[in-house]
């Protein structure tokens, strides 16, 4: 089992940057988790932000994220980054850290249900 703390977020203005972590602790090995990142805004979905596999050797996006956020991984301190530049405000949301077991070498997982383990979320608000 493994349980994940989100930290980072905060207020910031339309095109500025904000780096999101999520610290991962328990009696498991965080290098063998796929790692995701989701958000949701009042009133919707939570959707998929980005994903990275236990090896860190393939990263997904949605489309709306793309070219802007980057998702990365320090196995070595059990921690997944959001890199998260030229924001929006419509990005805002609260931002969720999501890990599960399964998968291989180059697996991510884009849908919220193939996710065990969810962190607290942390908020993120953009204004224009």
């Known amino acids: 089992q493994v349980q994940l703390v989100e930290s980072g977020g905060g207020l910031v203005q339309a095109g500025d940057s904000l780096r999101l972590s999520c610290a991962a602790s328990?009696?498991?090995?965080?290098?063998?988790?796929?790692m995701g990142w989701f958000r949701q805004a009042p009133g919707q979905d939570r959707e998929f932000v980005a994903a990275i596999s236990w090896s860190g050797s393939r990263k997904d996006y949605a489309d709306s994220t793309k070219g802007r956020f980057t998702i990365s991984r320090d196995n070595a301190k059990n921690t997944v980054y959001l890199q998260m530049n030229s924001l929006k405000p419509e990005d805002t949301a609260v931002y969720y850290c999501?890990?599960?077991?399964?998968?291989?070498?180059?697996?991510?997982?884009?849908?919220?249900?193939?996710?065990?383990?969810w962190g607290q979320g942390t908020q993120v608000t953009v204004s224009s």
């Open positions: 999501a890990a599960d077991r399964s998968g291989g070498y180059f697996s991510t997982f884009l849908r919220a249900s193939d996710y065990e383990y």
């Open positions: 328990g009696r498991t090995t965080f290098s063998s988790y796929s």
